[in-house]
């Protein structure tokens, strides 16, 4: 589970919420195939691969939720990890244009459904997919949100009996992240420390910054697209043990 979010043109933002007993561990890595970059991996399943949230040394800057009608254990058994696409963009594409495309070219490899989002200084978009089905959304004036539900694309998702309890709670928990996020950032909130309290915030039965219950806040990430740097926090962000990296 996670919320995300991007202030057009400045940063792009997320948090990842993981099972109480996950033994998960991330690690930031810097790469370099075109273009250099840097971002969080970490994954919570073992066929997870790739990065989940990353920025390139053009500015373009990557991030991923999950959102499909099965478990993330199911969908990878059978789909692409969106990790690898989320490398991909990140190696190989300078602009927004660039990025849609090479996320055209995994149609025949179907991803994993979910939320993915790309800002760059010009403005951004957000695609959400759940194969055959996909919804973009370009964005260059106002704040963008996503979590783990779809905003635009109209998937009418399904689940088995046995999980529809889980999801209902997963749906609970994805919109009330959702609404508070939205919430905060209608509050002017333009730079890293502002990002920083918003990503710690704990108002409501599903707070951005979880310690209890379910799911915990496991990292936070806030990307800065003009000076291409990753503000980073493992483990929950009201800590308040930010480190910076820069991409070389």
Known sequence: MCTLGVIPHHYLFKTRDLWQNSGQNEVVVEKGDCFRYIGVQGHAHPNEKGLNSGINNAGLAVAITFVDRVTLEDALA????????????????????EAVQRFISYWNSPLVGGNIVIATPEGGVTIEQLHPLSALEWHSEHPVVRTNHFVNLNADIHVLNELQDTFDWYQRNSRDRYRRTEELLGEEVFDVSSIQMLLSDHEGDHPICSHSGNLVTRSAAIYDLERLELHYHSGSPCNNKWKTFTLS
């Open 78 to 97: 059978s789909k692409t990890p969106r990790g690898v696409l989320v490398e991909d963009i990140l190696g190989h594409c300078r602009t927004m244009v």
